[in-house]
T-cell receptor, first 111, second 117 residues
Framework: DAKTTQPTSMDCAEGRAANLPCNHS???????VYWYRQIHSQGPQYIIH???NNETNEMASLIITEDRKSSTLILPHATLRDTAVYYC????????????FGQGTELSVKP | GAVVSQHPSRVICKSGTSVKIECRSL??????MFWYRQFPKQSLMLMAT?????????EQGVEKDKFLINHASLTLSTLTVTSAHPEDSSFYIC?????????????FGQGTRLTVV
């Protein structure tokens, strides 16, 4: 079973920041938080991952709370092409572990 | 990022026939690959874990004799849907992990849309 909880859907205005929350209250000490997104009828795309520190790359920022029970994915300037389903997944690092997908958040970026 | 390629991207087959889907890691060696299935408006469901040179591990409820997986090399895994029926129509997606090099993230293929008529 998925170990994360996300809102079913969210809207965001184009050009604004999109903040996608995720709850993972049962996360273990060796589990990372991964974010993927899936644009309609395509395979999932890796976005970012982190353990306990905040992370940033060219696509997004990941903010993880100090107790690691929740996190937020931030798309700083959402575009229409960011419309997708966003999945937050916890997975143990260095195990070649499988990814168990929850229902994700359907983000709609509107003009 | 690394590239995982699936072939075909779309296939239509007659009920009772078998269909083979290929998953290739193009620029890295994948010791582990995963096969997922996704029905419309639903999330990805893990079907099986494919390890190079050994038998696949199937998730509970997935028929191993119906969904044959072969991972004969470090760059290729195949999923064969045997005796396909209309209820097998779905979006099949593979992902590949590279143990020891890019094992921080999984890379996904573009998916294969299977329609059984």
């Amino acid at each position: 079973d998925a170990k994360t909880t996300q809102p079913t859907s969210m809207d965001c205005a184009e050009g604004r920041a999109a903040n996608l929350p995720c709850n993972h209250s049962t996360i273990s000490g060796n589990e990372y938080v991964y974010w993927y997104r899936q644009i309609h009828s395509q395979g999932p795309q890796y976005i970012i991952h982190g353990l306990k520190n905040n992370e940033t790359n060219e696509m997004a920022s990941l903010i993880i709370t100090e107790d690691r029970k929740s996190s937020t994915l931030i798309l700083p300037h959402a575009t229409l092409r960011d419309t997708a389903v966003y999945y937050c997944i916890v997975r143990a690092y260095n195990q070649g572990g499988k990814l168990i997908f929850g229902q994700g958040t359907e983000l709609s970026v509107k003009p | 990022g690394a590239v995982v390629s699936q072939h075909p991207s779309r296939v239509i087959c007659k009920s009772g026939t078998s269909v083979k889907i290929e998953c290739r890691s193009l620029d890295f060696q994948a010791t582990t690959m995963f096969w997922y299935r996704q029905f419309p408006k639903q999330s990805l469901m893990l079907m099986a874990t494919s390890n190079e040179g050994s038998k696949a591990t199937y998730e509970q409820g997935v028929e191993k004799d119906k969904f044959l997986i072969n991972h004969a090399s470090l760059t290729l895994s195949t999923l064969t849907v045997t005796s396909a029926h209309p209820e097998d129509s779905s979006f099949y997606i593979c992902s590949a992990n590279s143990w020891g090099t890019r094992n921080t993230e999984a890379f996904f293929g573009q998916g294969t849309r299977l329609t059984v008529v």
